[in-house]
């Protein structure tokens, strides 16, 4: 079914379509099937009336299609009805298996029919005449079908293996604005972005709300699988002054320990014991956070004595899980001992000034530890 806009109420901005990356406003007066528009609004008594060029009584139905750009792009449900991204019955040429839609509390959310995995309550139904976003991974283009085997009247669940090596890490402020990011560990995963895999992370429109996201060769990431690892970077911002909060709210990995690491006040904090609150403002670093990952525990023997981990990244080495008491010593390769320190929390952090191979000892009741670690 067609429409014809008819007026924009003000006061408005504009009705925007998205081409080459970008929304940009849209001139014309028939809006195109399977495209999908925005409208930008001052305040929330503006209004788009449109009408229609069809008989009331003619809905949409049958097939459609829309050739897709490299890159992300902006497409729309066509049907009187809700599809399902899981169904059979899409064509999908060089498209990742991710949409992103917006939902009512104004959260862009994406959801990966690859892995079951969702950010911000993001699902596989997509509503009657709802935009959302797929990206196209080809230079060449790409193509998205639709027919009515996709179409759903209810939510009737089409089941899919659950991802289990996965965390979920919420934000939130006062106000309970939130927002969550997702680190999956698969051994399917590489060091880059993959498509498969991962999921872009776009960015709300609105400022002042706050965004919690990883990177994947500088991408910016709402869903990022990757190999298994001990460390990586947290990005946080916002425009907003206030508190927020940091929190797990999911961890399929058993991990004996999840640190949260904030590099502007020092402080250390074990998600898996409690939340994290701090005082942000827009001039913060965005690279503001590190997550440390603990060893594994065992699902049969959820009680079983926590075993150090020790690893190094970027110019610093890190010890953790370690007992009360401890000591910890690093060495060069020539044997000089650089560093000796009694442990005084479960988490400690030694800033190394020159690259190399160091060596690691951990002495505590239960004997020495000993690990090689390169600081590049």
């Given at each position: 079914m067609r429409y014809v806009q008819k007026s924009l109420i003000p006061p408005y901005i504009a009705l925007q379509k998205y081409t080459g990356g970008r929304f940009v406003t849209f001139y014309g007066t028939e809006l195109a099937n399977v495209t999908g528009y925005q409208a930008k609004f001052r305040n929330a008594q503006s209004k788009v009336v449109f009408e229609s060029n069809q008989p009331k009584t003619l809905f949409n139905s049958g097939t459609y299609s829309t050739n897709l750009?490299?890159?992300l792009n902006l497409v729309g449900n066509p049907y009187p009805s809700g599809i399902n991204w899981n169904a059979t019955g899409w064509t999908?040429?060089?498209?990742?298996?991710?949409?992103?839609?917006?939902?009512?509390?104004?959260r862009i959310v994406s959801y990966n029919?690859?892995?079951?995995?969702?950010?911000?309550?993001?699902?596989?139904?997509?509503?009657?005449?709802?935009?959302?976003m797929v990206n196209c991974n080809s230079s060449t283009g790409g193509k998205i079908g639709f027919s009515n085997i996709i179409r759903e009247h209810t939510h009737t669940p089409i089941f899919k293996n659950q991802t289990q090596n996965l965390v979920r890490l919420k934000v939130s402020n006062d106000e309970t604005v939130?927002?969550?990011?997702?680190?999956?560990?698969?051994?399917?995963?590489?060091?880059?972005?993959?498509?498969?895999l991962d999921a872009f992370k776009i960015f709300d429109e609105d400022e002042t709300l706050p965004q919690l996201y990883t990177q994947?060769?500088?991408?910016p990431a709402s869903i990022n699988a990757l190999p298994q690892t001990s460390v990586m970077n947290l990005y946080f911002q916002t425009e907003k002054s206030g508190n927020y909060t940091i929190?797990?709210?999911?961890?399929?990995?058993?991990?004996?320990?999840?640190?949260?690491?904030?590099?502007?006040?020092?402080?250390?904090?074990?998600?898996?014991?409690?939340?994290?609150?701090?005082?942000?403002?827009?001039?913060?670093?965005?690279?503001?956070?590190k997550v440390h990952f603990g060893k594994i525990t065992s699902v049969q023997n959820s009680a079983e004595t926590k075993s150090l981990n020790i690893y190094s990244y970027q110019n610093e080495i890190f010890v953790n899980e370690i007992e009360k008491n401890a000591t910890i010593e690093i060495f060069d390769l020539l044997g000089k001992q650089i560093i000796t320190q009694k442990a005084n929390n479960s988490f400690m952090k030694f800033a190394i000034l020159h690259s190399g191979t160091y060596i690691v000892k951990v002495i505590d009741a239960n004997g020495t530890t000993t690990k090689k670690v390169l600081i590049p």
């Open positions: 750009q490299l890159g999908k040429l060089n498209v990742d298996p991710v949409i992103y839609y917006r939902r009512d509390n104004n029919s690859q892995t079951n995995v969702s950010v911000c309550g993001g699902t596989s139904h997509i509503p009657a005449n709802q935009g959302f939130a927002d969550e990011t997702v680190i999956m560990f698969s051994e399917q995963s590489t060091e880059n972005f993959d498509n498969e994947t060769q500088e991408i929190s797990l709210t999911e961890n399929r990995m058993s991990f004996a320990s999840i640190y949260l690491e904030d590099a502007e006040t020092g402080t250390v904090t074990d998600l898996l014991k409690a939340n994290y609150t701090f005082a942000a403002n827009s001039s913060d670093n965005s690279n503001r956070f």
